[in-house]
């Protein structure tokens, strides 16, 4: 097949290794000079523009950083829907908010354009070995049609419903694993207090019931306070989505919420930025 492929960094460009190793032809666009100097050294074909990457795809990625970069690349005159071909398939990686899947989605449709909610989990190791998952929304006869496509680089892939039903369940599993986090802070805290080094209290809940993925990502990063270093960007902008979307729709995050908002997470997990977060 013929790709567009927007945004290579670290998580798009194991894809597009996927995608190549497996016979396919991909037109790379990526705003770092850098990856751009990087992808080029390896052989890929680089677009200098949204409409060259798009023209000519059967099938577009979105793997860019945020929402406001899914709106920027895909609407408006010069965006990719704009200049895509009728019955090219846009694939939206991108964690964003659904509002944006079903604006991009009514302009499409005037132009014959298909889209998928494509929501991810799991990092370039999983991809790596074809393993990271896909939330998929949107219509199943589309999922049908680029299946054989997803499964060069994805498994398990999951039909979640509707479009945007793919981001909402990313967004609430993004939700539970800051809270989680959140909580495994809180542990340590607890079980200082009780006299229990860190590192032993995180080693011994792992191998019980109590053990999380977000536990584990605590006790993989060393510390408590090793965790924000690491993840703070990542997580509070999804933290902001979730916060954003329930707000508009009137969701109760309930305990969730209050997790969330506790200052372990602000704080710890977070890094919120001054008091800008703090305040929240």
Not at 17 to 41: I, Q, S
Not at 253 to 264: F, H, R, Y
Request: glycine content about 12%; some cysteine.
């Amino acid at each position: 097949m013929k790709i567009g492929f927007i945004g290579a960094g670290r998580i798009g460009r194991p894809i597009v290794d996927r995608l190549v190793g497996a016979g396919h032809d991909v037109v790379v666009l990526t705003r770092r000079p850098e990856t751009k100097a990087a992808a080029e050294a390896d052989g890929l074909t680089c677009a200098a523009t949204v409409a060259a990457a798009v023209k000519d795809a059967d099938v577009v990625f979105s793997v860019v950083l945020n929402d406001l970069q899914v709106r920027s690349v895909f609407l408006g005159v010069d965006g990719a829907v704009a200049r895509m071909k009728s019955g090219a398939t846009l694939i939206q990686h991108t964690t964003c908010d659904p509002a944006t899947l079903e604006v991009i989605a009514d302009l499409g449709s005037t132009g014959g354009i298909k889209v998928l909610d494509a929501a991810l989990s799991g990092g370039p190791p999983n991809i790596a070995v074809g393993e990271l998952t896909l939330w998929i929304g949107g219509t199943e006869a589309v999922l049908n049609e680029i299946h054989p496509l997803l499964e060069t680089y994805a498994s398990p892939i999951m039909y979640v419903g509707p479009l945007g039903n793919g981001q909402r369940v990313k967004l609430l599993n993004n939700a539970l694993f800051v809270a989680h986090v959140g909580l495994a802070i809180e542990a340590v805290r607890v079980a200082a207090s009780l006299g229990i080094e860190e590192q032993a209290i995180l080693a011994a809940v792992q191998q019980g019931s109590g053990a999380s993925f977000g536990l584990g990502v605590v006790a993989g990063a060393g510390s408590v306070d090793a965790v924000g270093d690491r993840l703070a960007d990542l997580m509070r902008k999804d933290v902001d989505v979730v916060r954003d979307v329930a707000r508009r729709t009137g969701t109760d995050l309930g305990i969730i919420g209050t997790v969330l908002s506790s200052d372990p997470v602000e704080r710890t997990v977070l890094r919120s930025a001054g008091a800008e977060h703090q305040a929240k």
